[in-house]
Nanobody
């Protein structure tokens, strides 16, 4: 049974950095396409970043709002996915979720394209 557990959230000042970690269990082989989403209150859940699974030609995606500030990475040996967040802004405040597709190469970016979800970790950035 697949389980995704996020950690690393917190309350920081604008300009600070945080690294979110997603511990994935239940995968017998390589991690599939993994993604980070965020949701602030009643707003729609927003795709932040994704990273392909497998070991070759790994592609990543970033939302325009986080390009140049956030970096998604993966450690296959540890079944971990990371989201390094630098130069945080108050508008980055949200609950951050780790998610997984059931394929190696990411396809689609809507929440409905992801079959597995973690419980989320809160990130709060104050000005």
């Amino acid at each position: 049974q697949v389980q995704l557990v996020e950690s690393g959230g917190g309350s920081v000042q604008a300009g600070a950095s945080l690294r979110l970690t997603c511990a994935a269990s239940g995968y017998l082989h390589n991690l599939p396409c993994m993604g980070w989403f965020r949701q602030d209150g009643g707003k729609e859940r927003e795709r932040v970043a994704t990273i392909d699974g497998g070991k070759v030609s790994i592609s990543t995606f970033y939302a325009e709002s986080v390009k140049g500030r956030f970096t998604v990475s993966r450690d296959n040996a540890k079944n971990m996915v990371y989201l390094q967040m630098n130069s945080l802004k108050p508008e980055d405040t949200a609950m951050y979720y780790c998610a997984a597709q059931d394929r190696l190469t990411c396809r689609g970016g809507a929440p409905s394209d992801f079959s597995e979800w973690g419980q989320g970790t809160q990130v709060t950035v104050s000005s």
